[in-house]
């Protein structure tokens, strides 16, 4: 009883922080997109004065900075981001919506797919430390990092789909197997740090009193690891999660890019580039939501998995 | 705290490996180029290549005859980039102008080589003064929905185009027709725009100047009709799948955002009978090595573009396919007219303009048969030819030698360089282009440059403020074939007269020029403006844009022409030669340069954005096809590239890869 009204109070807590973080992250976004040097509407092309006039008045950029700020504000907190600049005809709902879909695909896969590897490739060195098996587990895993996706897309699109031909080189039809490729690809350098991650972690955790009493106490080898050792020595995977997940949902512009995948990622670039005010604001606010909330998340299964952090918020 | 230990953590771990990471990167681009070597090409090739058509014929009509004709007619055009908008209007930009040429017809059209053709207007009267045009529309002709296309619907769609609520980019298109600047200034009701509906099928348009090339501005977006019921029941979402009613040969089946358009025919359409096409597939494709890939697959007709770098390869595998021809534009550098060490100074320049050999820099650099350019207006227009300098009959050691000479008269030497700054913004060809200009010009002259990559925003604005910028990047493409479009760029007081050019000889022949009914005199004034700009020297020109694609042998119909306009509604696809179906190649015979480029570009980019010039260097080098060892005398600029020139990146730049990957999206704006 008293464990659950800790821990709801803690969420409640870390709620509260949430508005006035988004806030501060509009704000900032806001005015950092309108220092940037030209706008949506520069181009090579001239514009009459008159034509200029026309497209700032039906975007309100005519009015003084401040009051499209507070215009801004209120349309956000309807969730209305108002309609791209850029792409006319949708409205940046729309856009995000869709490419979220996509990228929500990919990226949870991939996450799922380097959490379940990397975890237990991180296990499995840890427990075989120092011995040729971690040698080579860690070996890759330097490799996975260090090694730009850039790289290995193209390599895979070689290796997987031109030589051998299994599957497709790019394109997105919602089919399996033109998600492998992706998915793999984003997920490798993920799935290499988590490995390193835990390995760490294990291997101290494995040094630590409590293992030494688990073990005194003639628990076998296996029950020690599952009972007692794996839940603290996941705790830095699961606070790397949260950025890590949401790093994936947010899209890789250049996997989608190599594979041609509509994903949110490219309009965060795009519409950086082409100044496109609204849609920028609304990849910010989705992508900022997304990662306050899955910190959230994470801080909530921490809690959940170390008392400790649930009774300093407490006192 | 724990969250934020681990964030740092990370990073420290990122950086510990970027040492490693910049180590084995090369690496892995040498095995990667090794790997794709020339047996695997060479196997490929003679898969490669897309299956014959049979021999066409023509009926007496001009049309191909149904016997030669392939069963499937649904064309897969790779259209670049994901359309702005559907709505014709509002529409700017290439891709938007491609779907929206299929999907309505304005009161003129172009025919496949590029001729103004009649569209929804059968014929026209151009009043003596040039000053009232009286088009007659066709009776046969209904929106996509059944009703009838009337002149109110030419009314309807020239008003709302220039209503100032629309805010439409391209308005300034109508500013020949009267009262179009008061409406669009919002002083005049759009009701008052010159334009008016004399019965069902009569439209009567007053202008405010003669316009020679008005009738060329009615096969543009922006003047094309609307249908007043759908735009008034569905308001800015009339332009979706579902709800678009067009008066064009095809009609809007399906949008999936950055993906694909799909339009079907428009059985409504008044020369339905004539559109052999029934489907028609736009595909976005921000890389266009990814497209290549398609393309070779087999499951694309039609590309955007090629990737750079590729020319040779692909003229030697894919020689059928690849089609390269002129396009109405100029890429040139400007000068800065109102800094120094530009100002007054025109043997400086001349110099500068003359040490540049454009044969080698459109042969060696831009590679995709360029045209070397030394005018203002690219050829091609009709009619028009350009005064072209005495300097351009010169050879080039002539031309280097009197650069010399005026560069030593303007007291520059060895011990006293001119040194000066080169702004240029992404694009591999810009970039290639300024290196390549810049070691021409140490080479000829020891002038000392600085190259400068910047942003696209912050290239135009630093070029319009006039206060940094000393020699800079430009180009234009035009929206309709008229050197005025051209010409009027260096107009006192154009908004994109960047170079600080101002000779009010000059504007009062462009005024002439204006007004000028007569073609032969128009001409003449022409010629006298552009050769008074060429004696004043305020832009070095370059070369002439071409555009290039590859397109599917069994794709008839389509012809090059300048405008680069391609109605779907001509183009059909022939019979394979031989008896099998045509050869849908499998998965397996997808292109591996493909992939090798787009690492190469990307790979590029990296190294571009951390300003690492020498290592670019190092990769273009390899990226580049190998040339032959040709004439001793010529130099290969990217090998005389000058190591010692840095490379300023803008520290907010964002690198993404490339939409376009090209010179060209350096303007797509001014196209269309």
Redesign the interface.
Known sequence: MIKDSGMARYALWRLAGLIPTLLIMITVAFFLMRVAPGGPFDSEKLLPPDIEANLNARYHMDEPLLQQYFRYLSQVAVLDFGPSIQYKDWTVNELIGQGMRVSLTIGLAAMVLAFVFGTLLGITAALRKNTRVDYSLMGVAMLGISVPNFVIAPVLILLLAVYAGWLPAGGWDWGIASMVLPVVTLSLPVTAYIARLTRGSMIEVMHSNFIRSARAKGLPESLVIRRHALRPALLPVISFLGPATAGMISGSVVIERVFSIPGLGSYFVQGALNRDYTLVMGVVIFYGVLIITLNFIVDMIYAWLDPKVRYDAKS | M??MQ??SM?SG??NS?IL??QC??PT??FM?LG??GDDYREKLAGRGSHARPVELILNEDGRPVPSVLAEQQELNRDNGE?P????PH?AEGLPSAHILRDLFEGLTAESSEGRIVPGAAIRWNISRDGKTYTFYLRRDALWSNGDPVTAEDFVFGLQRSAD??????Y??IL?PILNA?EV???DLPPSELGVFAMDEFTLQISMRDPTPYFLALLSHSSTFPVHRDSVEEHG??F??PGNLVSNGAYVLSEW????RVTLVKNQNYWDADNVILEKVNYFQ???QS?AL??FR?GKLHWTAGVPNNQFKWLQKHYPDELVISPWLGSYFFGFNLEREPFIENPGLRMALILALDRDLLTEKVTQFGELPSYTLVPPGIMDYVSPVPEWAEWTQAEREAEAKRLYAEAGYSEDNPLQFEIRYTAGVNNKKMALAASSLWKQVLGVQSTLLNE????F??NRERKILTQVFQA??ISDYADPYSFLNLFRTG???NDYGYTNSLYDALLDEVAAERIPSRRRRLMYETERLLLADLPFIPLYTYVTKRMVNPRLKGWQSNVMDHHYSKDMYFLKAASDEAPAVL???E???T???E??TT??LE?IDARGEGDETLLIEQTSQPAEPAGDPETVDPEQELPLEEKESVDP?E?K??E?GTDDET?????IE
Not at chain 2, 164 to 169: E, F, Q
Not at chain 2, 455 to 458: H, N, T
């Open positions: 724990v969250k681990n964030w990370k771990m990122y490996v490693l990471r084995v990167m892995i681009l990667l790997a794709c994901e702005q908008t559907l709505d509002l100032p609520a629309t805010a439409s980019k308005a300034q500013l600047a669009l200034a919002g800015s979402a332009s979706r999936v955002i950055r993906s494709f921000e890389d990814t890939k398609r697959a942003e696209y925003k912050v135009l604005q180009g234009w154009h908004g994109r499998e998965e397996i997808i292109s591996e493909g992939s090798e787009t690492t990307i790979l990296e907010g964002i993404p890869p939409a350096v303007l797509e704006d001014s």
